[in-house]
């Protein structure tokens, strides 16, 4: 007699939805990005406790047709693939069609959206994965997505959730990078009432750098601006004067999207060696933008890790990008110095 079982669908959503769903920020990221792969200017994040007890993200975007609600919270559910072939062309930041469903597993979700084609907006209300209500709403253009007592039901999940001020920077730190990583969106944080983040959305990625970090930081920043073998870089470096103590403001994107890249930090790294004392790390906000088929997103559920099919050439533009802009950036200052 064999001891293997098929886990029932309830218990394989709640693993399914922890891979997903670590913590508050995971839900806050999914959510926003969400908003923008629906083509929202604004987007608003609300949370309270640490985002524990309560998650709010309303953006302006196309809304939801009612048709299409209750499937948008199943599992690989999503209108952004619709074939293998666009596997290889992702330019959304979700494909996976895994978040609404994830997050609606292990909270309690409430929903209310409306598109620009349909007169009532709809709301839906759905507890542990669970339907509950779905009805008639008036209600803006676009999506509000409420998410109350995360791990609710998962009391093992819960109990790694670190103090709520521990999960709200978690949160803000994900927001810092949607917002540098998407200058074109206003995005506002209210956390716990007060606003701690309003990104202007002018599509200037010198304004959001500025939102993020301030007027000191900003002030000092030089400009990075390459192209080299089809890899495009632009951005912001520190002075090598205002090197840091650690990594915590190195800040690289790639199509959009937040990244790790070890590749990319070094390059970085030795693109300043020389000019900043040792110890002490360089701070960027750094785009990269090269061929969606040149880089794997499909990695890990939260994708902060890509793959490139070749690391050299994102090596070489950040290198070569960050040398030039440091002899640019620096020439006037060198020139100046007394002898
Ligand atoms: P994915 O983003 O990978 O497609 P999700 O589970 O995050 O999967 O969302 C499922 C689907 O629900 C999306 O493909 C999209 O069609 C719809 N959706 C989710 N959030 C929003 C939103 N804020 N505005 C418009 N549509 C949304
Ligand atoms: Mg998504």
């Given at each position: 007699m064999g001891i293997i079982n098929v886990l029932d669908k309830h218990v394989a959503e709640l693993i399914a939805a922890g891979e997903v769903v670590e913590r508050p920020a995971s839900v806050i990221k999914e959510l926003v990005e969400n908003a923008i792969d629906a083509g929202a200017s604004a987007v608003t994040v609300e949370i309270k406790n640490g985002g524990i007890t309560y998650m709010r993200v309303t953006d302006n975007g196309s809304g939801i047709f009612r048709d299409d609600v209750a499937v948008?919270?199943?599992?690989?559910?999503?209108?952004?693939?619709?074939?293998?072939?666009d596997l290889d062309t992702i330019?959304?930041?979700?494909?996976?069609?895994?978040a609404l469903a994830s997050i609606a597993a292990v909270s309690h979700v409430e929903l209310l959206t409306r598109t620009q084609d349909e007169l009532a907006g709809t709301r839906y209300v759905i507890d542990g994965g669970v339907e509950q209500i779905c009805e008639d709403a008036g209600c803006a253009q676009g999506t509000t997505i409420v998410v109350r007592d995360l791990f609710y039901n998962t009391p093992a999940r819960m109990k790694f959730l670190k103090k709520d001020v521990v999960e709200a920077n978690a949160i803000a730190a994900i927001l810092d990078r949607i917002a540098l990583s998407h200058p074109e969106v206003s995005l506002r944080f209210l956390r716990d009432s007060r606003e701690a983040l309003h990104s202007?959305?002018?599509?200037k990625l010198k304004s959001a750098v500025y939102a993020v970090y301030g007027r000191e930081f900003t002030s000092g920043l030089i400009p990075v601006d390459y192209e080299l073998n089809g890899v495009k870089l632009w951005g912001f470096i520190s002075k090598p004067s205002a090197?840091?103590?650690?990594?915590?403001?190195q800040q690289f994107f790639i199509n959009g999207r937040y990244i790790k890249s070890r590749t990319a930090m070094v390059a970085l790294e030795e693109a300043f060696k020389g000019s900043i004392m040792v110890g002490k790390v360089p701070a960027c906000v750094l785009h990269l933008k090269i061929a969606?088929?040149?880089?794997?997103?499909?990695?890990?559920?939260?994708?902060i890790e890509v793959r490139f099919m070749n690391e050299k050439p994102i090596f070489d533009a950040v290198y070569h990008g960050v040398k030039t802009a440091l002899n640019q950036g620096d020439t006037p200052n060198v020139l100046s110095l007394p002898k």
């Open positions: 948008s919270f199943l599992r690989h559910a999503t209108s952004k693939v619709h074939s293998q072939d330019s959304t930041l979700g494909f996976r069609g895994e202007p959305g002018d599509g090197a840091r103590p650690n990594r915590s403001m969606f088929q040149a880089v794997d997103v499909n990695v890990h559920p939260t994708k």
